[in-house]
């Protein structure tokens, strides 16, 4: 487990499962790069270098356009399945600006928005001790690697990205606390699902307290059923 703080000054912490790694959005690009070039290495030593480059420069592409849109904290996750398949993904934070008061209704309203604006959208809430949570799970077309760093004029590959959304209202009531799991993995989305729900308990609007039992934890598995029935 890994605790993750937002970039910016948000009153905020991710405790994160194993698996997943921050990224310095702080950092110099090139020292993000370095730093991804020695991960995939170590993952993948025969894969082709021209590959692994892509990889490198096609995940700063990301980052910069996440960064544009306001991401508060950029996480990576990458694990084994039983088949020994690997699957990887993206977790982005945003923190928005928005009267959400009365937070009781909070999830209601949000839900008749979402569903109102997209009908291609999975939508549920559920009830953490942090408060409603409101989660949207969808399917976009997003350019392969390669076709990030091609030329436009020519024809982009593109590969199906499955992504969760999820939201939060801030206990104070005036933002609205986003996060948006993304991959392309799409075959391992219900292995995924529980981590997912980890991540979600793992959200808290106050300082972290080590070594202090919370009696308001929600139980993980009761999420991850839920999540799996619903989005599964």
């Not at 020695?38 to 995940?59: N, Q």
């Not at 009830?127 to 030329?151: E, N």
């Not at 959200?203 to 599964?232: C, I």
């Amino acid at each position: 487990m890994s605790l993750a703080s937002a970039t910016i000054p948000v009153p905020v912490w991710f405790t994160l499962p194993e698996g997943f790694t921050e990224i310095a959005l702080d950092a110099k690009p090139e020292d993000r790069a370095a730093q991804l070039g020695e991960t995939l290495h170590h993952l993948y030593p025969s894969a082709p270098v021209f590959e692994k480059l892509t990889a490198v420069a096609a995940t700063e592409i990301m980052i910069q356009e996440l960064l544009a849109q306001g991401a508060i904290s950029i996480s990576t996750f990458m694990y084994k399945r039983a088949d020994g398949e690997l699957c990887s993904g993206m977790l982005s934070a945003f923190a928005t600006e928005q009267n959400v008061q009365p937070i009781s209704s909070f999830g209601e309203r949000l839900l008749g928005e979402l569903t109102s604006t997209a009908d291609d959208l999975e939508c549920g809430i559920i009830k953490l001790a942090i408060g409603p949570v409101v989660l949207a799970s969808r399917d976009t077309q997003t350019p392969d690697f390669a076709s990030l760093l091609g030329d436009e004029a020519q024809d982009q590959t593109v590969s199906t990205q499955r992504q969760l959304e999820a939201y939060l209202p801030f206990p104070h009531g005036r933002s609205v606390l986003q996060l948006l799991f993304t991959t392309t993995d799409v075959e391992a989305w219900e292995d995924l699902l529980p981590v997912f729900a980890e991540v979600l308990n793992g959200v808290s609007f106050n300082p972290p307290k080590k070594n202090v039992d919370s009696p308001e934890n929600e139980p993980r598995a009761a999420v991850s059923d839920w999540a799996r029935k619903e989005f599964g």
